[in-house]
């Protein structure tokens, strides 16, 4: 039995690097989400970190925005394995940015499929 974690090394974390992907990465667009993605050597020996962002301006109540991401982190925890094993295959290491681009909270069921459907999107088209 494999435990679901989504352990503090596995978070992407740091202003430079956080630009550096905004700036250098290639984004796929999945409404409501944006994924944005580059592979990059990491400071953790994990083969992804990965940031969540609910902009202020579409969710300004902090209980919405804090739901929002929760539920992002609650899906990529359950589905991550599979794409940790295909940058495995690939030998390569990669930093991911969801951003939530809705003005209301998803439910789950349609962050889990929306999520899983960009970072297929994703791998389909850049890696």
Known sequence: MERHTFPKQERLRGRPRLQR????GRSVHVPPFRLTGLFMELD?????Q???AVPKRNLP???DRNKARRRMR???RLHKQAYHDRLQQLGRSCAWLFVLQGRT???YAEVEGKM????DRWFKEHA
């Open 61 to 63: 109540r902090a209980v």
């Open 116 to 119: 899983i459907r960009a970072l």
């Open 74 to 76: 609650e899906a990529y």
């Open 44 to 48: 953790a020996p994990v083969p992804a």
């Open 21 to 24: 992907l905004i700036a250098e």
């Open 105 to 107: 909270v998803p439910a």
């Open 50 to 52: 990965v940031a969540f």
